[in-house]
């Protein structure tokens, strides 16, 4: 019996001994220790999203460089300004060669750049008429850089042009014109010239 109370009595203190040392050793967690388990405890796994930043502004190919681009808007402006700028005494041939060298010479552009011709030419030297034209260039509405023809970079753009004539009394007509200007032996020319609408025909306005 006084054995048997003894292993009883030991196994006791043992169990309270290891009691005591899990107590203490919970005890000496700190806070932050704490704090990182509960964390790392209750949060799911993060999963980082690549990040895909915008290209550098250089690094995207230009078209057409931007001086480039003036230069042929300027061509595109004296040109339509051309056509629709004479007088009753304008030198047909003069006038002729002089915006045509504007062009890069193909029949479909050299057949449109002529002064009135037949009835409405007759009556421009009846009324000794003058004829002044504005041009606006709206929007760029294909830019290339591909050859095209054995041509080379061009610019196709919506322009809107208004031509006031001065005959009898002033009238004035709004066109809306696609032109085109291409890069030909370093040089821009007008290409192309395609109607896309008229507004105001035939406004009168006072002399």
Not at 22 to 44: F, N, V
Not at 157 to 166: E, G, I
């Amino acid at each position: 019996m006084e054995r048997r109370r003894a292993i009883m009595i030991a196994a006791t203190l043992v169990g309270l001994a290891v009691l005591i040392g899990l107590a203490m050793s919970l005890s000496r967690s700190s806070p932050d220790e704490k704090k990182d388990q509960a964390a790392t405890a209750s949060t799911p796994d993060t999963v980082i999203e690549p990040t895909t930043s915008s290209l550098p502004l250089d690094s995207v190919p230009t078209v057409i460089e931007p001086e480039e681009l003036a230069d042929a808007h300027a061509v595109m402006r004296k040109y339509l300004t051309a056509l629709g700028t004479y007088t009753y005494r304008t030198d047909g041939d003069q006038w002729t060669a002089r915006t045509r060298a504007l062009t890069d010479g193909s029949p479909a552009i050299t057949d449109q750049t002529t002064l009135p011709t037949g009835r409405a030419w007759a009556q421009c030297l009846q009324t000794k008429c003058s004829s002044t034209a504005t041009a606006d260039l709206t929007r760029d509405t294909v830019l290339s850089n591909a050859p095209v023809d054995g041509a080379g970079r061009s610019v196709t753009t919506l322009a809107s042009t208004t031509v006031r004539l001065h005959q009898d009394k002033q009238t004035s007509q709004s066109t809306d014109f696609q032109i085109t200007a291409t890069f030909t032996s370093g040089e821009w020319k007008i290409s192309g010239l395609q109607l896309a609408g008229v507004g105001d025909a035939g406004t009168s306005e006072s002399s």
